[in-house]
C-alpha cells in the first residue's frame, strides 16, 4: 500500500482527475509528465531539452512527510514528522471502536459503490458537532422518526422509541483522548443489515438474519456479538473522520474549503461477506437517512448553515454553549461531553505557542 501526495512536482498540477480505479501510469494532463505507480517520474516530453543535471528520481511523487500507517484496513497519513506517534498510539480508545465495525465481517469491511459529495456552506467544526450530537436526533429529524414509527421500521416489540430515548444508561459519552470521542454505543431500535432483523424487514427474511446473528456469535462470542450486531453508535477520529454506525455504516470526511465552506465525502461500509438482499437494506437506509437528499442529512445541514449565519452577530452575542451534562457524574449520549473533547483538543492545539506533539494518552 502506498499513498502518494497528488501533485506534480513539474508545476504543480494534481496529477490524478479521477476519485477512484486503476492506472498503470498516471500522467499529468498539463505537460505531459508521467508517473509510475510508485510515483517514479518515468515520462516527459521534449526530454532532451533538459541538463544532464536533471535529476529525475529527485521528481518522483511525493509521500506524506509523516508516513502511512494502516489500522483494520483503515488508511491514515501524517503530514506532520514532528508528531511521530504510532497510529495505534494517535487514535487511543477510539480504536476500539474501529474494532466493533471492524468486526462486523468474517472478513474486511469494503467501501461499496459509489460516493456522496457535498458541500456545505458551515465551517467543519460545526459537522464535527452535528455527528456526534443526539441531543437534536428527535428535534431536528422528527420527521424521520414519525415516518419510521408510521412505518413500523423501530424495535417497538422489544424497546420502544421513547424507552429508547429515556433509558440514558445505555449510551454513554466519552472522551477517547487526543480530540476523538463518541456519544456512546448501545443497542439501537432500527434494525440492521447486521444480523439485527426487525419485523420491518418482513417475516421471510427472519430466520437468514438470526442465522447470521448465530454465526456471529460463533465467531465473536455472545457479548461481543451484541454489541457489533444490535448496539450502535458514532465516533469522530480527531480532526475531521466520522465513523456512523448507527444504523446502515458510514464513514465520512470533512475538507475545509474555506472557515465557512466544507467539502463533505460519505461511503457506505458493508461486510464484503454481504449477500445482495442485506447490501440492498443497507444501501436503502445510507441513501434514505444519510444521503444529501435523505431525511436527515438535509436536516442536519440546515442546521450547521442556520449555526454558521447566526454566528454573523458574535461580535453581540458571544456563544455557543455546550455545557449540557457537566455536572453529572453519568453524562447520557443527549449531553455535550463529546462536543466538549473534540473542543477541548481543537483548542489546545490552536492556542498553543509552539507546535504541539500529539501525545500518546487520554484526554480528561
Ligand atoms: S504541471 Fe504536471 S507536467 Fe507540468
Ligand atoms: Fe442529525
Not at 460516493?115 to 450530537?133: G, M
Not at 440546515?302 to 456563544?319: H, L, M, P
Request: charged share 25%.
Amino acid at each position: 500500500m502506498r499513498v502518494l501526495l497528488n501533485s506534480c512536482t513539474h508545476r504543480g498540477a494534481a496529477v490524478c482527475q479521477e476519485p477512484s480505479g486503476n492506472a498503470r501510469v498516471f500522467q499529468c494532463f498539463y505537460h505531459g509528465w508521467s508517473f509510475t505507480p510508485e510515483g517514479e517520474l518515468n515520462g516527459i516530453p521534449g526530454k532532451a531539452a533538459y541538463s544532464e543535471a536533471f535529476d529525475r528520481h529527485a521528481l518522483r511523487l511525493r509521500e506524506p512527510p509523516g508516513g502511512t500507517s494502516v489500522y483494520r484496513e483503515f488508511i491514515f497519513v501524517n503530514f506532520n514528522p514532528a508528531n511521530d506517534v504510532s497510529l495505534t498510539d494517535y487514535l487511543w480508545d477510539a480504536r476500539d471502536w474501529i474494532d466493533l465495525v471492524a468486526d462486523q465481517s468474517a472478513g474486511n469491511m469494503e467501501v461499496t459503490n459509489g460516493t456522496h459529495s457535498y458541500t456545505v456552506r458551515a465551517n467543519y467544526k460545526l459537522l464535527v458537532e452535528n455527528s456526534i450530537d443526539l441531543y437534536h436526533l428527535p428535534i431536528s429529524h422528527k420527521r424521520y422518526l414519525d415516518w419510521l414509527m408510521d412505518a413500523n421500521a423501530l424495535d417497538r416489540m422489544e424497546t420502544g422509541l421513547q424507552r429508547a430515548w429515556n433509558d440514558s444508561s445505555r449510551f454513554s459519552p466519552r472522551d477517547l483522548g487526543n480530540g476523538h470521542s463518541t456519544p456512546g454505543r448501545g443497542r439501537t431500535t432500527w434494525g440492521r443489515p447486521m444480523a439485527h432483523w426487525i419485523p420491518y424487514f418482513g417475516k421471510e427474511r427472519e430466520p437468514r438474519f438470526r442465522e447470521m446473528y448465530r454465526q456471529a456469535v460463533e465467531r465473536l462470542g455472545a457479548e461481543r456479538a451484541y454489541q457489533v450486531c444490535v448496539c450502535g453508535g458514532n465516533v469522530q477520529i480527531f480532526p475531521n473522520l466520522l465513523i456512523n454506525d448507527l444504523m446502515s455504516t458510514n464513514i465520512r470526511t470533512y475538507y475545509p474549503v474555506e472557515p465557512g465552506l466544507v467539502d463533505i465525502s460519505s461511503w457506505c461500509l458493508g461486510p464484503e461477506e454481504e449477500e445482495p438482499e442485506e447490501r440492498a437494506l443497507r444501501l436503502d437506509n445510507f441513501i434514505s437517512f444519510l444521503g444529501p437528499g435523505g431525511f436527515a442529512t438535509p436536516d442536519d445541514i440546515e442546521a450547521v448553515e442556520a449555526c454558521q449565519r447566526g454566528f454573523d452577530t458574535v461580535r453581540e452575542v458571544e456563544y455557543s454553549d455546550m455545557s449540557r451534562g457537566m455536572k453529572s457524574t453519568s453524562p447520557t449520549e443527549r449531553d455535550e461531553l463529546q462536543i466538549r473533547a473534540f473542543w477541548r483538543q481543537w483548542a489546545r492545539l490552536m492556542n498553543a505557542a509552539e507546535p504541539v506533539s500529539i501525545h500518546a494518552a487520554p484526554g480528561p
